[in-house]
């Protein structure tokens, strides 16, 4: 009974039931047109021209179908109604042109088992109510309006009618339940994704990691390179406090300008991911562009031509020599040329001899960019840290998203970093 009545079948049975309604418009048209064309008077009260008519309407309800909007209607009713999980529907309107079939396929089977079901409804449940009720009324079995024939008027008939007007009350629930699991059977394959829909929400998904990822970058080296500089600011105004507050106000003042510096760019990445959602600027809806990145875009953050503070802040001594003019590369080479060089310095700070300098050599030549960056070893072996790598792995991601390559390992007695970058890299970045 569960099956029949349930809570599960009550809502398939009222999705049925909207189907019959919406397809009441197309059907009053073909009843129009079977009138045209028949010339028959009383083809509402006839059979077959009602039959005639649901043919007609189901070719205008398909029509109907294609239309883009029909499909989110329809997965949004097959989601409430019909209890088919949310994960096995597509998301959003039909673009393609396979999509929009699938879509008028489910719109018309909804439609034509719909005017079954509340047909079925509408005709069965008033007969079957007046059938139980001839045992308890002389009235209603003398009336006309059941269309019983003399030969069933028989005591012992009449006293099984209210068990035929059950059986005839069950038709309905029955045919409803059987139309609504074949809805549900069929809504994962005709409202499901076809395979241009998971190739668009994997692009989705796949330009979101790459945000995330681009994210990621930016905080590792703004704010790690920020916090390696402070540690090292502050540690050394600790040990010459008393002895040196020149230097230690020095000291106080990078490190302000430093924390200071580092909240704007901060403030700027998060305001990217503010844009999640609100943003018509990226591939896709709610995914903002990566292009527009800090670092990239116009006012997005630092480039090369913001090299000297940041080597002046660094609390490092940088040996700096340009080969060309580094301040006039601009767009994104630029920002990952600061970004690559910013990151190199933490290294330096975390891992190299304290107060050793780093050579730090940029050469533009007439196809790419180059950054050398050499720093003396500690002397240590190198400590492999849960989750540690992230800024060469970093560092060579903002090469590659450029087309260009880095290097990076022991030479001799020295940590050396080698970046080369096309500078013909800013229509790459834009693609």
């Known amino acids: 009974m569960t099956a029949l009545f349930g809570r599960r079948a009550r809502l398939r049975w009222l999705h049925l039931i909207i189907g019959g309604a919406l397809l009441m418009p197309y059907f009053l048209v073909g009843m129009v047109a079977v009138g045209a064309s028949g010339g028959d008077d009383g083809v509402f009260s006839s059979i077959t021209g009602q039959f005639t008519a649901f043919a007609y309407a189901l070719p205008m309800a398909a029509v109907t179908g294609l239309f883009p909007l029909v499909r989110p ?18 998301e959003g309107p039909a673009r393609t ?34 059938v139980m009720g001839l045992p308890f009324s002389a009235a209603l079995r003398d009336s006309a309006l059941l269309g019983l024939p003399p030969a069933l008027d028989r005591p012992w008939i009449v006293a099984l009618t209210p068990l035929a007007g059950l059986a005839l009350l069950c038709a309905p629930a029955l045919s409803a339940a059987a139309a609504g699991e074949l809805l549900a059977r069929r809504a ?19 330009a979101a990691l790459a945000l995330r990822n681009r994210l990621a970058r930016e905080l590792h080296d703004s704010v790690g390179h920020a916090l390696s500089a402070v540690t090292l600011q502050a540690g050394a105004a600790r040990r010459v406090l008393a ?21 704007g760019e901060l ?5 990217l991911l503010r844009q999640d959602g609100e943003s018509a600027n990226g591939p896709e809806d709610g995914v903002p562009a990566l292009d527009q990145g800090p670092g990239q875009g116009p006012g997005q953050g630092p480039g090369l031509d913001a090299l000297d503070g940041l080597l002046a802040r660094c609390g490092v001594p940088v040996a700096y020599e340009a080969l060309g003019e580094p301040g006039a590369v601009t767009g994104a080479v630029s920002g990952e040329a600061y970004r690559i060089v910013q990151e190199g310095l933490s290294n330096a700070l975390r891992h190299g001899t304290g107060g050793a300098p780093v050579e730090l050599r940029i050469a ?6 180059e950054i050398t960056m050499e720093n003396p070893l500690s002397g240590r072996p190198p400590v492999l840290r849960p989750g540690g790598g992230r800024g060469l792995r970093g560092i060579a ?3 590659a998203l450029l ?29």
């Open 73 to 90: 209607l329809s997965v949004a009713a097959a989601r409430a109604l019909c209890g088919v999980p949310a994960e096995r529907l597509a």
């Open 97 to 130: 042109r396979q999509a929009r079939v699938r879509a008028a396929g489910w719109y018309t089977l909804h439609l034509a088992l719909g005017g079954v079901v509340s047909g079925m409804t509408l005709a069965l449940t008033p007969f079957a109510v007046g």
């Open 188 to 206: 994962p394959v005709l409202l499901g994704p076809t395979p241009d829909d998971r190739l668009a929400a994997a692009e989705r998904r796949a």
């Open 243 to 263: 002895d040196d507050p020149e230097f230690v106000r020095e000291a106080l003042a990078a490190i302000e300008e430093t924390t200071r510096r580092t909240v």
């Open 267 to 271: 403030d700027s990445m998060l305001g």
């Open 364 to 369: 533009v030549r007439e196809k790419d960019l």
């Open 397 to 399: 991601e903002r090469a």
């Open 403 to 431: 087309g260009g390559r880095t290097e990076a390992g022991p030479h001799g007695g020295t940590w050396r970093l080698t970046a080369r970058l096309p500078l013909d890299a800013a229509g790459r970045a834009e693609r």
